[in-house]
Structures are given as structure tokens and as C-alpha cells.
């Protein structure tokens, strides 16, 4: 395991903890828009790559299956602390989508990358 690697991922995550449990009122706007869900998806896969990459040497197949698992509650329970810990924000079943399909392909590319080894 990579120290640093693994600061880069919790700090990660700490941010999408921050911004996926923050009101709505308290996030910057800026002058470019991103679609919502592509960001879900985009954030998530790379949620998935820094935790991979944090514990390159511990992922064989069962445990590529089980980062698959803790990135999708990960997930989940983001969009329930957005339902029930904040007054602005709110759940939604298509964001858990978004991020399962992020998280997916990213499974999908470490997966094929370690079968070409």
C-alpha cells in the first residue's frame, strides 16, 4: 500500500463526502456547466481508480469485486445522508445510477488490464 496514494483517495472521498452532503446554497456555481449525471459517473470512477490504485497489491479478483461493492454503498449512502442530513439536497435514483455506471467502467478496465497480465 502507497501512503501517498491512499492520502489522495481519502482526501477524495472527503470531498465527495463534502459536496454530496453540503446544501445546494453552499456549493460554487461556476461558469461552466457539467451535466449532473456525468459528473456522478466521472466522480465515481475516479473514486474507484484512487481506491484501486491506493491497494494495487491486495486487488485479485475477489477483492477488485469487493472495492466494487464499497464504491457503490459509498454511494448509496451519499444520496441517503442527501435525503435525511440536509434541508436543500435529495435523493436520487438515477445519481446511484450515474455512479454505478461510473464505478462499472472502471471495474471493466482494471479488470481487462489484469487479465492481459
Request: net charge positive; proline share 0%.
Amino acid at each position: 500500500m502507497n501512503n501517498f496514494n491512499l492520502i489522495v483517495a481519502l482526501i477524495y472521498s472527503a470531498l465527495i463526502i463534502y459536496l454530496g452532503l453540503s446544501e445546494s446554497d453552499d456549493i460554487l456555481t461556476y461558469n461552466f456547466r457539467i451535466n449532473d449525471k456525468l459528473a456522478h459517473l466521472l466522480f465515481y470512477l475516479v473514486f474507484y481508480f484512487l481506491w484501486q490504485k491506493t491497494f494495487v497489491n491486495w486487488f485479485n479478483g475477489k477483492g477488485l469485486i469487493y472495492l466494487f461493492v464499497f464504491a457503490l454503498t459509498f454511494g448509496i449512502l451519499i444520496e441517503i445522508g442527501q435525503k435525511y442530513l440536509t434541508l436543500t439536497r435529495s435523493a436520487e435514483f438515477l445519481d446511484v445510477v450515474f455512479n454505478l455506471i461510473g464505478i462499472l467502467l472502471a471495474y471493466i478496465y482494471f479488470n481487462s488490464k489484469k487479465r492481459k497480465i
